[in-house]
């Protein structure tokens, strides 16, 4: 499953049974709301998987507070800039204001979290701040460590980010206690003009891998880089 830059794409396979059922093809995203008629069914189908989507990301939460994660620059420097969404189709929304969020309120890396409108998946945007000294292949490497160390077992480690962005995305996958597997999906951004790093990250079912791959690479095909806009806790 690929995407060219701003808007090209790729044929890519067709994701199996629920991934179809959470995110038919975004492609047709104008078509379905027009389409209005359908819409009370459609939403009681989806909302099982919505609840799943919403219970993986709340394990991801309890999963990452526990420490920093990734590694973050020894000594703070201020962030430069932050991530921003702006559709015409309003089918992201998104909120600065912590008490808004449902997962990472108290993550002090945390800048913001974004909702789809149409799967209920929930994005958060960190900042990770990097001073001129710090190596932002060396944050790679040591993100991807500390994700070992919580046991997650990778199943993607690559730099296929969508244009004009650079970095590197990070797929891994663990068991919670109650023996669901979920997969979490980060994509690292280097900010090269402010030399920082941030994160868009989402968990879902790990039979949604690639439905949750598709939500971020849209998210990231609307997003830009703006003035740092500090969250309010």
């Not at 998987?49 to 999963?63: D, T």
């Not at 945390?110 to 710090?134: E, K, N």
């Not at 879902?204 to 939500?215: F, S, Y």
């Amino acid at each position: 499953m690929r995407r060219g830059a701003r808007g090209g794409r790729q044929r890519r396979r067709e994701p199996r049974g629920a991934l179809r059922q959470v995110e038919p093809d975004l492609r047709h995203a104008d078509r379905r709301r027009r389409q209005g008629t359908d819409g009370p069914r459609r939403q009681a189908q989806q909302e099982p998987r919505v609840r799943k989507l919403g219970l993986a990301g709340g394990v991801l939460s309890v999963l990452l507070v526990a420490g920093a994660f990734p590694l973050a620059a020894a000594a703070r420097p201020r962030l430069e800039r932050d991530l921003d969404v702006s559709t015409s189709d309003g089918v992201w929304s998104g909120s600065r204001k912590a008490a808004d969020w449902q997962f990472f309120k108290d993550n002090s890396d945390a800048r913001s979290q974004w909702t789809h409108a149409r799967t209920g998946a929930r994005l958060t945007v960190f900042a990770h701040p990097q001073s001129l000294l710090d190596d932002q292949e060396r944050f790679h490497r040591d993100s991807t460590l500390e994700m070992e160390k919580r046991e997650f077992k990778t199943l993607v480690d690559d730099g296929k980010i969508p244009a004009p962005f650079r970095g590197f995305r990070y797929v891994g996958e663990k068991k919670t206690k109650s023996g669901e597997q979920i997969a979490v999906l980060a994509y690292f951004l280097y900010d090269q003009d402010g030399h920082d790093v941030h994160e868009v990250t989402v968990a879902v079912p790990r039979e949604d891998t690639e439905a949750g791959d598709a939500l971020v690479q849209d998210f990231l095909h609307h997003a830009r880089f703006i003035d740092a806009v500090a969250p309010q806790r």
